[in-house]
């Protein structure tokens, strides 16, 4: 089972602060997921990425979250001025195909608390 | 609209006994459906999935899980649980693309 890590684990911010989380899969992958988990809620979908750009995104999406692959192997969620109900946990997913179906392997996540 | 539903937010049961989490979904092409499990801090773990062919899917750990197209369902049971299954469980669905839409979970509790 591909391994992916997540980092930090846990965060702290200040609204308004831009936020960088991090997923880095240990092997080569070509699709990349976020999702979210605002705490008692469901896992939510957020975006895919795929060859360097956004195939999928959903209404959570908005203009202060972007993602890329700086390097080539990290993943990056960004959320540009964090808002108080950006407080979930937040799980990078990786797949070898993008297809219906295909299993993707979810990383530890990382916990955003904004104040 | 794709959906999961897990009717029971906790569910309690003595160890050794045996388990059945409840989730129905809502799909109208052939649902591919999966059991993902979560340990506290650890990541979402895959137990089992179901593409097509038999309807009964055996995962990791000793779960299993049914799919039963007349009741929108796919039931996760574990015939004996073990205080080390004590964790969250979500049931999900892969929609029409390749993201997956996830129930709200079910907190399994283990009394010793």
């Known amino acids: 089972e591909p391994e992916v890590t997540q980092t930090p684990s846990h965060q702290v911010t200040q609204m308004g602060q831009e936020v960088i989380l991090r997923c880095v899969p240990i092997?080569?992958?070509?699709?990349f997921y976020w999702y979210r988990q605002i705490l008692g809620q469901k896992v939510e979908f957020l975006v895919s990425?795929?060859?360097?750009?956004?195939?999928?995104k959903s209404e959570i999406f908005d203009d202060q979250f972007s993602v890329e692959r700086p390097d080539g192997s990290n993943f990056t969620l960004k959320i540009r001025s964090t808002k108080l109900e950006d407080s979930a946990m937040y799980f990078c997913a990786i797949g070898t195909s993008g297809v219906i179906g295909e299993t993707q392997y979810f990383g530890p996540g990382t916990r955003l608390l904004v104040l | 609209a794709q959906s999961v539903t897990q009717p029971d937010i906790h569910i309690t049961v003595s160890e050794g006994a045996s388990l059945e989490l409840r989730c129905n979904y809502s799909?109208?092409?052939?649902?591919?459906l999966f059991w993902y499990v979560q340990s506290p801090g650890q990541g979402l773990q895959l137990l089992l999935k179901?593409?097509?062919?038999?309807?009964l899917v055996q995962g990791i750990k000793g779960f299993e899980a049914e799919f039963k197209r007349s009741q929108s369902s796919f039931n996760l049971r574990k015939p004996s649980v073990h205080w080390s299954d004590a964790a969250e469980y979500f049931c999900a669905v892969s929609s029409r693309d390749d993201k997956i839409i996830f129930g709200k979970g079910t907190r399994l509790h283990i009394l010793p």
């Open positions: 092997s080569n992958h070509l699709y």
């Open positions: 179901y593409f097509s062919g038999d309807t």
């Open positions: 990425f795929y060859n360097n750009e956004i195939s999928e």
């Open positions: 799909y109208g092409a052939t649902p591919y």
